[in-house]
């Protein structure tokens, strides 16, 4: 695997990128490079560093990216993925800080170890075809560092987001059914409708769900967690099994 240093992408390796002949790029930059509705489906992208893409309206079906760079810090610069098509694609150990994927499809996407603080999957749509809440959801979110991120609206229903920190993200009217969230820290999220039903909060550390706002129903819980979440509604509950009753 790519360790060396990235040096700019080639002219031929473009042009083979957009021929299609290309499958794998290792230790390249792509530097304001503009990749709008190109076809990277099944591309894999190895140690290398976008700054200030545009990958808007891409195809990026089962295309892997593994320890790549999506975000410069000064002068800052991000990535758009704006309605590109991620369905199936993997990010492995990337820095996805502040990339905006709004209205992406992206069933099936895999994001491990990844670092993606403030990034924007409003309108993100990870459902197969576009049947909305009602529609089958699949994406894997795994040991990804998180916070601030934005899924206003967002269907994740039976999707993963494991191990995840995702303080203050935000997470309006999303939908999380039967969604998995053990071991991940919720902590300040924004949470106004956002519905929870059957979802599997084990091990998940949060302080502001507010069993009265948000839809917890059938949701799994340790017995340490069903104390914070009846607190903000005054129930005084004694758990000293020594007192007796007359």
Do not use: Y
Request: charged share 25%; glycine share 10%.
């Amino acid at each position: 695997m790519a360790d060396a240093k990235p040096t700019p992408v080639r002219t031929s390796e473009l042009r083979a990128l957009g021929e299609g002949t290309l499958d794998e790029v290792s230790a390249r930059v792509f530097n304001g490079t503009e990749l709008t509705a190109a076809d990277l489906n099944g591309v894999t992208f190895d140690g290398c560093d976008f700054i200030d893409v545009g990958f808007r309206r891409a195809e990026l079906t089962d295309a892997r990216f593994h320890r790549c760079s999506f975000f410069r810090a000064e002068p800052a610069a991000s990535c758009d993925f704006s309605f590109a098509n991620l369905r199936d694609a993997t990010f492995e150990r990337c820095d996805l800080t502040t990339a905006v994927m709004q209205n992406v499809r992206a069933f099936g996407l895999i994001m491990e170890g990844c670092v993606a603080g403030g990034i924007d999957f409003r309108g993100a749509d990870f459902t197969l075809g576009r049947a909305g809440a009602k529609g089958l959801a699949s994406a894997t979110f795994n040991g990804c560092n998180m916070p601030w991120a934005d899924f206003t609206g967002v269907t994740l229903s039976d999707c993963k987001l494991t191990g995840c920190r995702l303080m203050e993200a935000i997470f309006n009217q999303a939908t999380l059914a039967k969604a998995n969230l053990t071991g991940s820290d919720i902590c300040g999220i924004e949470a106004h409708g956002l519905t929870l039903v059957g979802a599997d909060l084990r091990g998940t550390t949060f302080n502001n769900l507010d069993v009265r706002a948000t839809d917890l129903t059938g949701a799994k819980v340790r017995p340490e967690q069903a104390l914070m979440l009846l607190t903000p509604l005054g129930i005084e509950i004694d758990v000293d099994d020594d007192i007796g009753l007359a």
